[in-house]
Nanobody
Framework: QVQLDESGGGLVQPGGSLRLSCAASGRTFSSYVLGWFRQAPGKEREFVAAIWWSTGNTYYADSVKGRFTISRDNAKSTVYLQMNSLKPEDTALYYC???????????????WGQGTQVTVSS
């Protein structure tokens, strides 16, 4: 059974940092893309960042480029999202997801975690 378990969310002030983790289990993800998505209240789920597990190649949404960094630890089967210079508009429920195809579209992701809340507020 595939599981994606997110952690690391919380309340942070504007300009602060958080690191999200996504522990993946239940299958081999070497041929998968692991992505982070987010959904704010009343808004659609949007792509944040993705990493190709086999190559380590990454891709970011324009809104987070230069502030967020996605990475992976093969030994721990864990993907991270380092978020710096956080803004109130980054407030959302953040999801980890896995796709067997090379895509950043949410519809192309096969597995999803339950989400971890990130709130940026003073």
């Amino acid at each position: 059974q595939v599981q994606l378990d997110e952690s690391g969310g919380g309340l942070v002030q504007p300009g602060g940092s958080l690191r999200l983790s996504c522990a993946a289990s239940g299958r081999t993800f070497s041929s998968y893309v692991l992505g982070w998505f987010r959904q704010a209240p009343g808004k659609e789920r949007e792509f944040v960042a993705a990493i190709w597990w086999s190559t380590g190649n990454t891709y970011y949404a324009d809104s987070v480029k230069g502030r967020f960094t996605i990475s992976r630890d093969n030994a721990k089967s864990t993907v991270y999202l380092q978020m710096n210079s956080l803004k109130p508009e980054d407030t959302a429920l953040y999801y980890c997801a896995a796709s067997s195809i090379s895509t950043v579209l949410a519809a192309g992701y096969d597995y999803w975690g339950q989400g971890t809340q990130v709130t940026v507020s003073s």
